[in-house]
């Protein structure tokens, strides 16, 4: 049994395998309509969703499955030890879905579970979406031979998972992360990158615009702090800081790499409303491409 929680777990040939089926899902869906077929798969949510409910549910049921979606606060791991609620529950399905602030706690369900468990995003790592990442640049290029991505903004839970994906995949990674969110570091797994030769920081933008194919933006404030009045101090601060790093015309301009966000989106903070629409961003195929590479994940998980 296999959980993905970092995307620190799977080797080359099997991240690559997962990638190559994702698109060979998108592109002939009807032929996989029965292989999860009766599999149950438990999402267990702690933070909002939209692209990860959405692409995990509509993913299981066109694979002839069928989801079970479970508020955290509302359930009882809000009142039990996860230990003793994670073994009942997981004889209830084939497969969990967390999404949750801590990953201590993920790494609890992952050790009581008996099923596979699947990170949905934590503090420290979200590896679905870094998969979606993945998949979208290799659509776009063919290949992994050579290409560059350069990510812009916080570095967050994203970045360790697209850290881990392009060290195993042998991708360039550039990193322009003036701020480093204390609670998503890893230091194991950036002194692995550092000396892997693939993760490099750069401190400017132009730098990272004149080296890249692909240019990828974040949200600056992490999504359950974006409305909270006591954050308001810690989120100007970073407005701030961040605005020169904002991805629009003026720091496109003479370049033209494909435009990366993993959503939700915060026009005219982390990038610009035009950027957005240009005819080089391929944002929206990036969001899709979450359910594609997600049913590829739970048949490899399901060994289906």
Same mark, same amino acid.
């Given at each position: 049994?296999?959980?993905?929680?970092?995307?620190?777990?799977?080797?080359?040939?099997?991240?690559?395998?997962?990638?190559?089926?994702?698109?060979?899902?998108?592109?002939?869906?009807?032929?996989?309509?029965?292989?999860?077929?009766?599999?149950?798969?438990?999402?267990?949510?702690?933070?909002?969703?939209?692209?990860?409910?959405?692409?995990?549910?509509?993913?299981?049921?066109?694979?002839?499955?069928?989801?079970?979606?479970?508020?955290?606060?509302?359930?009882?791991?809000?009142?039990?030890?996860?230990?003793?609620?994670?073994?009942?529950?997981?004889?209830?399905?084939?497969?969990?879905?967390?999404?949750?602030?801590?990953?201590?706690?993920?790494?609890?369900?992952?050790?009581?579970?008996?099923?596979?468990?699947?990170?949905?995003?934590?503090?420290?790592?979200?590896?679905?979406?870094?998969?979606?990442?993945?998949?979208?640049?290799?659509?776009?290029?063919?290949?992994?031979?050579?290409?560059?991505?350069?990510?812009?903004?916080?570095?967050?839970?994203?970045?360790?998972?697209?850290?881990?994906?392009?060290?195993?995949?042998?991708?360039?990674?550039?990193?322009? /992360?003036? +701020?480093?969110? !204390?609670?998503?570091? @890893?230091?194991?797994?950036? #002194? %692995?990158?550092?000396?892997?030769?693939? =993760?490099?920081?750069?401190?400017?933008?132009?730098?990272?615009?004149?080296?890249?194919?692909?240019?990828?933006?974040? /949200?600056? +404030?992490?999504? !359950?702090?974006?409305? @909270?009045?006591?954050?308001? #101090? %810690?989120?100007?601060?970073?407005?701030? =800081?961040?605005?020169?790093?904002?991805?629009?015309?003026?720091?496109?301009?003479?370049?033209?790499?494909?435009?990366?966000?993993?959503?939700?989106?915060?026009?005219?903070?982390?990038?610009?409303?035009?950027?957005?629409?240009?005819?080089?961003?391929? =944002?929206?195929?990036?969001?899709?491409?979450?359910?594609?590479?997600?049913?590829?994940?739970?048949?490899?998980?399901?060994?289906?």
């Amino acid at each position: 049994m296999q959980h993905l929680l970092s995307l620190k777990e799977l080797d080359k040939a099997t991240l690559l395998s997962i990638i190559h089926r994702g698109i060979e899902i998108k592109n002939n869906p009807n032929a996989y309509h029965h292989h999860g077929e009766r599999k149950g798969l438990l999402m267990l949510f702690q933070k909002s969703s939209t692209r990860t409910a959405l692409s995990f549910q509509s993913g299981i049921h066109q694979l002839g499955g069928y989801a079970v979606n479970m508020d955290w606060d509302a359930s009882n791991f809000s009142l039990s030890p996860i230990k003793y609620e994670v073994r009942y529950a997981s004889r209830n399905c084939d497969v969990i879905m967390a999404r949750l602030k801590k990953h201590a706690d993920l790494l609890e369900l992952a050790t009581y579970s008996q099923v596979p468990v699947i990170n949905g995003c934590c503090e420290k790592y979200h590896p679905c979406q870094a998969l979606a990442d993945l998949m979208t640049i290799y659509e776009v290029k063919g290949t992994f031979e050579g290409v560059t991505l350069a990510y812009v903004g916080i570095h967050n839970n994203v970045v360790n998972s697209l850290v881990a994906g392009c060290m195993t995949l042998g991708v360039k990674l550039l990193l322009v /992360t003036p +701020i480093i969110n !204390e609670a998503s570091w @890893d230091g194991g797994l950036m #002194e %692995e990158a550092y000396q892997s030769g693939y =993760i490099e920081n750069v401190k400017t933008l132009p730098e990272a615009m004149e080296r890249t194919d692909f240019i990828y933006t974040d /949200t600056w +404030i992490d999504m !359950e702090f974006y409305n @909270d009045a006591n954050y308001q #101090e %810690e989120k100007n601060k970073r407005i701030d =800081i961040m605005m020169p790093y904002q991805i629009n015309s003026e720091s496109l301009k003479g370049y033209s790499p494909y435009i990366m966000h993993d959503m939700p989106i915060h026009p005219g903070f982390e990038i610009a409303e035009d950027v957005i629409e240009s005819e080089n961003a391929i =944002i929206y195929q990036q969001a899709e491409n979450r359910m594609h590479v997600q049913k590829s994940l739970l048949l490899h998980l399901l060994n289906a």
